[in-house]
């Protein structure tokens, strides 16, 4: 089946970067749309930036000017470039991926799956 891993993140001082990976792979399968979440503890999970198939990104206010996502549609990756970190932006962050997957011949349509997540620290 579909699994998404990411990579990239870590222990960043605030005012740092970090740029965060993730990679969808297993069977056969067409993304329409992949992002990013985060949960903080005791928060609720949130949603940081979104870019559909053709490009077009969404992102949080708290992030925008500060995050930048894309997408290669060859490699089924999706980025999230993270530059002026803050201690508040520690959290977990996890890769998600709306898609198409054909298993036995069959298409399922509006699947959405979530990658386990990479743990963003900030220290201030």
């Known amino acids: 089946q579909v699994q998404l891993v990411e990579s990239g993140g870590g222990l960043v001082q605030a005012g740092g970067s970090l740029r965060l990976s993730c990679t969808a792979s297993?069977?056969?399968?067409?993304?329409?749309?992949m992002g990013w979440y985060r949960q903080a503890p005791g928060e609720q999970r949130e949603m940081v930036a979104t870019?559909?198939?053709?490009?077009?990104?969404v992102y949080a206010d708290s992030m925008k000017g500060r995050f930048t996502i894309s997408r290669d549609n060859a490699k089924n990756a999706v980025y999230l470039q993270m530059n002026s970190l803050k201690p508040e932006d520690t959290a977990v962050y996890i890769c998600?991926?709306?898609?198409?997957?054909?298993?036995?011949?069959?298409?399922?349509?509006?699947?959405?799956?979530w990658g386990q997540g990479t743990q963003v620290t900030v220290s201030s």
């Open positions: 870019v559909n198939s053709e490009g077009y990104a």
């Open positions: 297993g069977g056969i399968f067409t993304i329409q749309t």
């Open positions: 998600i991926a709306d898609l198409t997957s054909v298993v036995q011949g069959i298409s399922y349509y509006n699947q959405h799956y």
